[in-house]
């Protein structure tokens, strides 16, 4: 289990080989991939910038991680979330789950999706090109 703050996200392909590695009984390798949009509620949008609690989010995706696989019975996981500023179409966030089955993969997925979303201390701000706010929830 694995999860972290970033610059940057890890490419793709090497968060899929990390979970491959997890176990040999790894059949299924599910992600998530969140990128910045160019447009909200009809106003163009020109960056995010993320803020979170340096210590403590990371405990708080790995904690919803290991509650993910206690639940769900997912093999690994990796949460990582950028912070600093984002513009249109750079990944912002990746959550990748690895299990025996997808059935369960999906449903760990889902709901880390979900739950980081709502439970990590991070923050976002939103700059459009009518102003900036900070996006609750």
């Known amino acids: ?74 093999i690994d996981g990796v949460i990582e979330h950028k912070i600093g500023t984002a513009g249109v179409g750079e990944p912002v966030m990746c959550i990748a789950v690895a299990s025996e089955h997808r059935q369960e993969g999906f449903r760990a997925l889902m709901e880390l999706v979900e739950r980081v979303k709502h439970e990590a201390p991070i923050w976002k701000k939103e700059v459009t090109e009518e102003g900036e706010h900070w996006i609750e929830g």
Do not use: C, Q
Request: net charge positive; proline share 3%.
């Open 1 to 74: 289990m694995r999860a972290e703050l970033v610059e940057r996200l890890s490419p793709v392909g090497d968060v899929v080989e990390e979970l491959k590695r997890a176990s040999e009984n790894v059949g299924a390798v599910l992600m998530f991939l969140g990128v910045v949009r160019g447009t909200s509620s009809g106003k163009r949008v020109l960056r995010l910038e993320y803020e979170a609690h340096g210590e403590l989010a990371p405990k708080v995706l790995l904690k919803l991680l290991e509650e993910a696989k206690a639940k769900h019975g997912i």
